[in-house]
């Protein structure tokens, strides 16, 4: 399973009243992990966008663990926990600096058509990124 690492150098704005990131900040970092990992396998969201096909999110859960404050840095740790061919599942870990997880995370998406949202295939239009999330998703433990 492979792990794409992003770090995020924590901004004024995007903290609350209390100083500490706000709950929906972690989204958006998480966005930028889910990129970065598919530009690590060798991809480009931005590319599969301008053939005409998105990838809306289906669910997200998220789980905070500890706050992470403005002036801290915050690792995005964002893998393929789930892949079927339709839907992918990434996970996410979102660790303070010093190696504390602060947040913990799942994100549920499925490729389809921007025109009429409906689902592809995406063996058949991403042979080599189907084949990529295949090789490096999550590997489940046998009992």
């Known amino acids: 399973m492979f792990v794409s ?3 995020i150098e924590v901004r004024y704005a995007e903290t609350d009243q209390m100083g500490v990131v706000y709950h929906a900040n972690y989204l958006i970092w998480m966005e930028l992990g ?6 690590d396998l060798g991809f480009n969201y931005a590319e599969m966008e301008k053939d005409g096909i998105v990838s809306p999110v289906l669910d997200i859960q998220i789980s905070y663990k500890k ?5 801290e840095k915050a690792l995005v740790k964002t893998w393929v926990e789930e892949y079927d061919g339709i839907r992918v599942t990434y996970g996410y870990e979102i ?3 010093d190696g504390q997880v602060a947040v913990t995370a799942l994100s549920k998406h499925v490729c389809v058509k921007k025109e009429t949202f409906r689902p592809i295939v995406f063996k058949r239009l991403y042979p080599k990124w189907h084949e990529a999330y295949e090789r ?3 590997k489940e433990l046998k009992a």
Do not use: A, C, D, Q
């Open 67 to 71: 706050p992470v404050r403005y002036g």
């Open 5 to 7: 690492t992003k770090e």
């Open 95 to 97: 660790e303070t600096f």
């Open 136 to 138: 490096n998703k999550k």
């Open 34 to 39: 889910r990129t970065s990992l598919i530009e």
